[in-house]
């Protein structure tokens, strides 16, 4: 394996930004939280205090089938410890962001040489909507630590399959998929890798599904639904089903959602019971109008992989107070659309192209990389990054929000450290 040092300035351009955000959440905790945060605190504290995987309030606590237990149990010692634990958490991820920033390097540096790998990690480093979300009570930190992990150790078996590093990365996607179910089908995906060493993909495939089936046979047991996670069902409903409705009416997609979310719940008084009812709903309307679900797709991929977020900083600028001298900081905006967000703060169009420049970068090197795999032999490769990345972006665009471009963003750079290379001669793995 590599075993050559990053340069230098990486780890300052990983901690610096992350570090920032944490002074910032030091003065004001509620700026790491967004609208799944208190749901994950609420799983942090039951599991702490009563053992229970419950956003109930008090007994009985009703099972929880929309999330996964990853980062709840993350959260839970900090739970204990902290009244507010908001702070520690973003800490602790900003140092595991940086960490995948690193691991992100090691994976990089044999596929694209020095200037390739330095490309890539940069922008792992610096990806505003990365950072950005580094330090929320979110799942994005800890999720990208694990997957990037997992992810290379995979690749590390295209040309060495052994049981060890079948083992090890089957390990590191069983964490992902806890923490976020996104990466469920993955790993299955990408089992290929293993073909060569039966006893590896065995372990593989073991280590990937073991303890998610436990789970799904746990959520069975308690509510009689055999299902690893709920929340497809629910966010094919609220995402697909009503941008589709909101396509036909033009009415406000927002409006819909809660409309037709308040219909199933109406009908099915449990959670466990709405799982399917989810589901079944959207894909009456899916099927109903398959052009309008299309156009859906369409427009919220392209929302995913250009949104710039904005509105973000605005939040975040919040907590440097009068340490701020630019008032447009102090707005607070949020959720406001790109157009009328640049409108009220022209100062912002700066950085909107500086963005989307670096993200034309990032994706024009990524197919050049993909390329120079390609026709360099090496074509396992490419198709582990390209697929990986259309895979992540095939089930996150039925919601075409910029948040979740987040897990493609490393697949993307590995691809355009070989972009990047100074020759198509890219360094062999010792």
């Not at 990937?208 to 046979?217: F, S």
């Not at 941008?243 to 409006?255: D, F, I, K, Q, Y």
């Not at 009812?277 to 679900?293: D, E, K, T, V």
């Not at 990032?362 to 795999?373: D, S």
Request: charged share 15%.
């Amino acid at each position: 394996m590599e075993t050559e040092r990053p340069p230098v300035w990486l780890w300052p351009a990983a901690l610096i930004p992350r570090l920032t955000l944490c002074v910032l959440a030091y003065r004001d905790p509620a700026l790491t939280m967004r609208g799944d945060s208190l749901d994950y605190l609420a799983l942090a504290r039951n599991l702490w205090q009563h053992g229970e995987f419950s956003t109930s309030a008090v007994a009985p606590y009703a099972p929880q089938l929309l999330r996964t237990p990853g980062y709840p149990l993350f959260l839970a010692p900090l739970a204990a410890m902290f009244s507010s634990p908001q702070f520690a958490a973003a800490l602790i991820q900003s140092l595991l962001g940086a960490a995948t920033v690193y691991l992100g390097w090691k994976w990089m540096r044999p596929l694209g040489g020095r200037r390739g790998a330095a490309f890539g990690a940069l922008f792992l480093a610096l990806d505003p909507v990365t950072v950005l979300h580094t330090p929320l009570i979110l799942t994005e930190a800890l999720f990208c630590f694990f997957m990037v992990g997992a992810a290379m150790l995979t690749f590390a078996g295209i040309g060495a399959p052994t049981l060890g590093l079948a083992i090890a990365s089957g390990a590191l996607w069983s964490a992902a998929i806890f923490t976020r179910p996104v990466a469920l089908y993955l790993p299955l995906t990408l089992a290929w890798v293993w073909r060569r060493n039966k006893p590896a993909l065995a372990a593989f495939l073991l280590g990937v599904y073991l303890l998610p089936g436990a789970w799904t046979w746990r959520n069975l047991s308690q509510t009689g639904r055999p299902v690893f996670s709920s929340i497809g069902g629910r966010d094919a409903l609220k995402y697909p089903g009503a941008g589709v409705e909101a396509l036909r009416t033009g009415r406000p997609w927002e409006e819909l959602q809660s409309e037709l979310l308040a219909q199933v719940v109406a009908d099915y008084p449990t959670e466990a019971a709405r799982g399917d009812a989810y589901g079944n709903r959207a894909a009456m309307i899916i099927r109903a109008h398959p052009f309008l679900f299309v156009r859906h797709m369409a427009t919220s991929a392209l929302k995913l992989l250009f949104g710039t977020g904005l509105e973000m900083f605005l939040e975040w600028g919040k907590g440097l107070g009068d340490f701020q001298i630019n008032p447009l900081f102090r707005a607070g905006i949020s959720g406001s659309g790109t157009v009328a967000l640049l409108r009220a703060h022209p100062a912002l169009i700066p950085l909107q192209i500086a963005y989307l420049a670096a993200l034309f970068a990032l994706y024009g090197f990524g197919l050049v990389g993909l390329t120079r795999l390609w026709r360099g032999g090496r074509r396992e490769g490419a198709l582990f990054l390209g697929w990986s990345a259309l895979f992540i972006l095939a089930l996150s665009s039925t919601q075409g929000y910029y948040r979740f471009r987040i897990p493609m963003i490393p697949f993307l750079a590995a691809a355009a450290a070989a972009g990047a290379a100074r020759s198509r001669e890219t360094d062999k793995t010792s």
